[in-house]
């Protein structure tokens, strides 16, 4: 069974940082895209940026330059490190593969308040 286990989130004022980490499971990890998506209370879920299997990176443009997504192959894991915050990132941060997986995870809550 595929699952994404998100974590990392928390409490931040803005300019802060926090690296998000994903662990993925059921999933062929090494030869798979990933990627990250957020969701802020009452909006849509939207695509933060992904990885491909060799390490190229695609962001969101206008996210592009604060956030910066990485992967431990042997971890099964994706990280998303995050600079700069502001109380616009405030959102549930989750994982997934490309093509989108049907079995989201619980995802991470980041909130960025003074």
């Known amino acids: 069974q595929v699952q994404f286990a998100e974590s990392g989130g928390g409490l931040v004022q803005p300019g802060g940082s926090l690296r998000l980490s994903c662990t993925a499971s059921g999933i062929r990890f090494g030869s798979t895209i990933m990627d990250w998506y957020r969701q802020a209370p009452e909006k849509q879920r939207e695509w933060v940026g992904g990885?491909?299997?060799?390490?190229?990176?695609h962001y969101a443009p206008s996210l592009k330059g604060r956030f910066t997504i990485s992967r431990n192959d042997a971890l099964n894991t994706v990280y998303l490190q995050m600079n700069d915050l502001q109380p616009d990132d405030t959102a549930v941060y989750f994982c997934?593969?490309?093509?989108?997986?049907?079995?989201w995870g619980r995802g991470t809550q980041v909130t960025v308040t003074s």
């Open positions: 997934n593969q490309a093509p989108l997986n049907d079995n």
């Open positions: 990885i491909t299997s060799v390490g190229v990176t």
